[in-house]
């Protein structure tokens, strides 16, 4: 009778299971479908007279690097997810293609538009620029390019169009990293502003070392920006905890001024200071500053910011 | 001075390390770089130029960038004439790939493969022993047995290693290519000890009709930022070639955008080719460079 009621138990609790894993797989498959669907809306059914030629392409982070030859780290420092592309043509015209990059989150959406951004907003989504026939732009999750194969007059206009439309169809805007908004903006260069997580994307801004004497890593939001007159490097790096800026400040000393004992300033060259101090969990680095006075002004700067 | 493999910061170019090419790449200020380090080595690396080696439609002419990469290779070998340059390098029982490179906007020109290709009959090498691959040289069965290569690419800036050249041009023979760019490829030059290409790579070139300076958008190009600059940089060393063409690159940027604009990410992994894998010089003021034809904008 015990053994009846035991298998009894079993059968319903495989059953349950079951049932269960049903749900999960079906809401998962459906969770996908969505996105694509999602994504795919995104895209315009028509762009002046230039009209979809193929399907759609997809490249997930291992595949990015079949489709962008060589860049495809720079979107994997961030938290890059897949790039959908779509190519337009229209008959003696040069083809339109478009590409919308899902970063994950807005962030990191801005984070890789403004890896290369040179600055100059064409006034689509929440950033944006159009150079050398390129626009793109970031809104919400989305980082977007549309390039035609030659910029022309009528090239031109369709491009900045099609991107107006894109943008309406995202709809949504995303919230900016929350460690940029405590860059102070006085005498900030814009175009200068990056965000980013890895050592690589500060060599790739700032050349500093070869190695991560800064401990940068995927759990780590930094933030850089340049600052007239005398052209300063200010870096704001946000860690998980205070125990890893502790370390993470120990190691910059002794890897790059250890002459600078515990003070953290040092004038490398005549007239160009670098500093660096913690605050909590967040690390204030100067580098190429005028006085050590500057390097003070810009990290007591940030320290305002921070408490407010 | 640091230990010349060991971590390198912003500070030790300040220094004067002999770093020079890089030091320009991140518009640190020349007079810095006093060269005080002695080299043992130095290598010749020929520049040559024509002024019309391109047509209206931008392709490059066959006979005269055959001229162009003969009269280098005579040059290269202070030989009497070109075939015997070849036959310097190359011999009827070799073996020999010429690894090409076949990106969409900056491929390698059909006239600089063809014209290797006659350099390589020349010396003797059979054609059925030559072959032409960039993406499939893994799976290129010349390419497998092969006992020689030549390297040859179009130079451009690229987003990831800062520039794209002749020491970044094996990547397909790694099935990995990703493992090769932590740190923004700062250790390509360990690519040449691959076995498959190990000390089999005899001659360099480095197409430079009409390189990329910068780079924008997701890929990296725009051909607005490109220029006919109508040369070749020919040469054994792949670092040496590579510096030489990252030269010019600089001198281009500066010319172009009116200021030091730093190649980003800096090129490192030229540096690093020296110092860390010893595969070649970088420092331009130890590369014994001939520059043959056309002058004018020459930037070098």
Redesign the interface.
Known sequence: MKLRLTNIRIIKLVAALLIISIILSCSGESKIEKDEAMIKELFPDEIDGWKPAGDFETYDREGIFTYIDGAGEVYRMYDFREVWVRHYEKEDAPSITVEIFDMGKSEDAYGVFQHASQGGDAGIGQDSEFNGGLLSFWQDRYYVTLLPQKLTEETEPAVLNAGQEISRRIGDTGRLPEIVSYMPEEHRIQSSLKFFHLHTSLNYHYYLASENILNLNENVNAALAVYEPDRAYLVLIAFPSAEEAKVARSSFISAYIPEAREEGFYEIQSDSWTAIERSGRYLVAVFDAGSKQRCLDLINDVKENLMQ | MKEPGG?????DF?KGATFATLAAT?GLPSESFAQKQESARSSRVVLIRHAEVLGEDGQADPKITEEMIQSAMKELFQTEDAEEAWMYLFGPEDIVGIKSNV?GPLPTPDAVENSIKKGLFSAGVKEENIAIDDRGVLSNEIFKRASAYVNTRPMRT????GV?GCLKNPIMFTPT??SY?D??C?DLAKLWEIPLLKDKVRLNILVMFTPLFHG?????F?A??TWRYNGLIVGTDPVAVDSTGLSILNARRREYFGEERPI???P?HIV?AETRHKLGVSDPSKIDLVKLGWKEGILI
């Not at chain 2, 924008?216 to 990296?220: E, L």
């Open positions: 971590t390198l910061t912003r500070r300040l991140m990106w690229h987003h990831w290693s794209g290519p990703w760019h740190n923004s700062a924008v958008g997701a890929h990296h725009n607005e930022y980003k990410p800096p490192h690093f």
